[in-house]
């Protein structure tokens, strides 16, 4: 029997256990080589290797439910159903998805991605298989961790299954790390489980409490399992396991033990470059947030446990005071804001997008109903790569639109982040600013518009009688390079930097009359982004000039490059200048220039 035979669940449990440890091994080698060329989430996959090979030796998968939250850690469980050899395809266009995928396996109930969600999901299954006819019994496993018990819909799951004494095994996988060490109380009582103190949360809960046991001892997880599998009602087996475990370079990765890394050097864990011109936008947010704080004693930052990977390192190391990682807790996040601010500090929420519309609730009553100046942060807007569709931030615009009273600006370089952050954190009401991963660093390092004279202000180079192409954050560039295109072609084109989206521009229905079409780029659906918005107000204003809106359809998009994935969405200077030159003859055949 060859390694990748071996790595099905029937295989599994036909090893001996002295083959176990070889088998992780080399598991822990095809994680590395294939999350090295692709990127992903390699420390906690890395962590349960282990945990992952004795589930599915003692539960009968996918007659007995193994639901992994937040997915991310989902890696090992894709390798031992099957899906080994397809494994250098991780997050690849068309390849393996970087999360459970139900489209890829029975073994794959939810294509879940964001933390908390499984033990709703396993309340709901248990319940329904609990009203069918006597049978074999089916097991719920929810593979939860640590970080995800601070969501406020995990607590509430919780507080549900213990209380109707529903038929759950939840596998507590505690490696005491969100990205960043886990906060608040609850994680400082998993520790205290270490010293003998009685598990009290869980069973005041009506929940029996299991463990701890070493997640990387296959013996003792194998029977702990076991004696779940055999018992009924809700239990939680603690499982304590080591993100980067058996993977050098992560195990010593003080920060995240590299969680969710790009492609890497397999030899020696070193991450490799960005592209020239390019930087990490947590590499510009953290330090001017820093400059920020040090000159307004009142400015505070929060982040649900995104503080590494949105740059606020060296914020919370200059600030320790001010800055409040409240743990995977969006809506706690949000509604500590609205109260800091109430108080008279200036909070800075730090999000990111795929996760914002998590607070839409204090968002839209907490923060905008009292017209509190909160800056909000959203990180990875717009189409994100290889985290797939829900990881994706395309409907941020459409959720922040209907706030009433919400300022919303999106930068296209790191000068103009800095601005804007300027502008944000002395505006009277809330603000939001939406930016991607990555900036684009290679324009000159002005003020970047922050907006002294007028905030809302658009840089534009009109072309009168020709084509206003609008472009907004990072697909300013794609749209500055369709207007030089199309001047190439003979048709007048000039571009327009819509770095504020709310409120618009004020001169824009002018300038579109001024336009025989106007053009919109933009990373975001085609539902509810700038050029709804653009259409929206020209149509209030009876500006007739055609509007034609280049934007990701409103679909759920799947994991690949980021060019790749745009050029799927014909987000490219080549497909739109096409598009708009065909649109310019057809106009230029047909009737005369229409006017506001």
Known sequence: MTALDAWTPDGLRRLDPEELPGTAARMRELLVRSVSANGGHLGSNLGVVELTIALHRVFRSPDDVILWDTGHQAYVHKMVT??????????????????????????DWVENSHAGTSLSYAAG????????????????????????????????????IGDRGLDVTIVLNDNARSYAPTTGALARHLREFEAGVAPGVFEALGIRYLGPVDGHDASALEKVLADARAERGPLLVHVRTRKGHGYRPAAEDRTEHMHGVGPF????????????GRVPAGSVLGPALVELADADPDLVVIT??????????VFQERHPGRFHDVGIAEQHAAGLAAGLAMAGRRPVLSIHSSFLNRAQDQLLFDIGLHRLPVVVVIDRAGITGGDG???????????????????IATPSTAAELRGLLKAAVRHPGPVAIRHGKAIDDSGPPGDGGDGDADMTAWPVEPAPGGVLVIGAGDLLACATEVAARLRAAGVPAGPANARWIEPLDERLPALAAEHRLVAVIEDHWSRGGLGSAVRERLADEDVATPVRVFAVPHDYLPHGSVPELRAACGLTPERITADLLARWTAQSAGAPRPRG
């Open 82 to 107: 099957g899906r080994a050899g397809a494994f250098g395809s991780l997050r690849a266009l068309d390849g393996l998805s970087g999360y459970p995928s139900r489209a890829e396996s029975p073994h």
């Open 125 to 160: 299954l248990a319940t329904a298989f609990a009203a069918r006819p006597a049978g074999r019994r089916r097991r719920v496993v929810s593979v939860t961790g640590d970080g995800s018990l601070t969501t406020g819909m995990a607590l509430e799951a919780l507080n549900d």
């Open 265 to 276: 050097d397999a030899a020696t864990g070193r991450q490799y470059a960005l592209p020239p």
């Open 304 to 313: 649900p446990a995104m503080g590494g990977p949105s740059g606020l390192d």
């Open 389 to 407: 569709a829900s990881h994706h931030g395309l409907g941020d615009l459409a959720l922040l639109r209907q706030i009433p009273g919400m300022a």
